[in-house]
């Protein structure tokens, strides 16, 4: 079984999304998925809304640190956030790494519409390179 793990900051947004989305487009029965942060700051209330708007739900996710372990044996490591990028441990050989620069919605400003369309901007992105990675990587 392959294993896909996406990294983030503080596992509350981007790699949640991500992960949702990886699990509904992924055969379970080939890939496990996962995600984490280098910080936990817990599952993004608006990251759950945008994603269920979408028809994948969340909202039992929970932030999670990097477990070492999983990530030495991964296959593909996904950043999506400088952040994680720099201060991702050593990719492992066997690792393929890709890294996704998106911008963090939770630091959106304005009011509550305007934050919420920071999250559906980075939820689209993030689906469209999932949409990619499934054509690609198998």
């Known amino acids: 079984m392959k294993k896909i793990y996406f990294l983030c900051t503080g596992n509350s ?22 995600s984490a942060g280098v910080e936990k700051h817990g599952l993004n209330k608006n990251a759950v809304q945008v994603m269920a708007e979408d028809g994948v739900d969340i909202n039992q ?3 999670k640190l990097i477990d070492l372990n999983y990530f030495n044996s991964a296959n593909l490591i996904v950043t999506l956030c400088g952040d994680a990028r720099d201060k991702c441990p050593v990719i492992p050989p066997q690792a ?6 998106l911008p963090d919605p939770a630091k959106a400003t304005g009011t509550e519409k305007e934050k919420l369309q920071a999250f559906r901007k980075v939820r689209n992105k993030i689906k ?9 990587y198998k």
């Open 128 to 136: 469209d390179n999932l949409f990619e990675l499934v054509q690609n």
């Open 13 to 34: 947004c981007r790699s949640q999304m991500a992960e949702g989305y990886a699990k509904e487009l992924f055969p379970s029965d080939k890939f496990e998925i996962r």
């Open 61 to 63: 996710q929970y932030s």
């Open 96 to 101: 393929t790494s890709i890294h996704w620069p």
